[in-house]
């Protein structure tokens, strides 16, 4: 076995037994802010990245993988997304996401940590890549769940749920609640469509299973969906909840036709029609 390397590392969980150790070539900065720690390094292999609380949200290399799965597939469920509200991404790379499809006329991002969002404006422009500066786009630093209380019935299309995972840290655990998503379903318009990552199946089962049964008890329509990142060490876990489209009914040709409609085209690295099909399909896995 090759011994590791002297030199920094970030340790991490990545279940509850197991934990991974990332190089780190240097700290960019770090921030203890009222919420939670949070670091911006350069990791060896995977490059600039943020950490908060001790578990790695984003890195260079990967977070297209992270952030094309969390939002597509509910973008696209969506028949034209116009009023988008996205609840955490401090890294502002899901607003990135979001911002790309052409129907959207006002992406709003809420964030608890407004220090968060301001370490990474300054230190990730290759990750958010000036999706804060869009005319499209408003930021607004709260709650999320109180913004969510506030907000107007029918306000929003599509509402994307880029939190930290519902063990990892207790600023966003009420945000997994059935609670909060009966507050959400009230927010989304007609035909409404929300989207939740909700941490890993595998090795915290109970408290993924906690997560999806409370989605069910809203929406008529749950599907569920994983794909691997490689800086998180697991396969990463999704949740949709629809009011009215299925996203497992749509077929290869549906999501390619509305990824050259909404003029998407060129601008994905991972989401495609077969993508998109391959992750409705593909089961969700638990421990035996």
Known sequence: ?????????????????????????????FVRTKYQEAVVAEFEEFGLSLILDGYTQSTELDEFIYHEALVHPAMITHERPERVLVVGGGEGATLREV???N??????????DGEVVELCKRHLAVIHQGSFS??????????????????????????????TDPYSSEVARELYTAEFYRSVYRVLSERGVVVTQAGSSFFYGDVYDWVLNNVKLVFPIVREYSIWVPSFGYACNFIVGSKGRDPAALSIEDVEKAI??????????????????ALMLMPVLRKP
């Open 99 to 101: 911002l790309k499809h």
């Open 103 to 112: 129907t959207v006329r006002e992406a709003v991002m809420v964030d608890i």
């Open 134 to 163: 869009d005319p499209r786009a408003r930021l607004v630093i709260m709650d999320g769940k109180d913004y969510i209380e506030k907000s107007e019935s029918g306000a929003f299309d599509v509402i994307v749920l880029d939190l």
């Open 260 to 277: 050259d409609s909404r003029g998407l085209r060129g601008k994905l690295k991972l989401y495609s029609g077969r993508v998109h099909a």
């Open 1 to 29: 076995m090759t011994e590791p390397k002297p030199g920094l590392y970030v340790e991490e969980p990545v279940s509850k037994s197991t934990r991974m150790a990332t190089p780190v070539k240097r700290i960019i900065a």
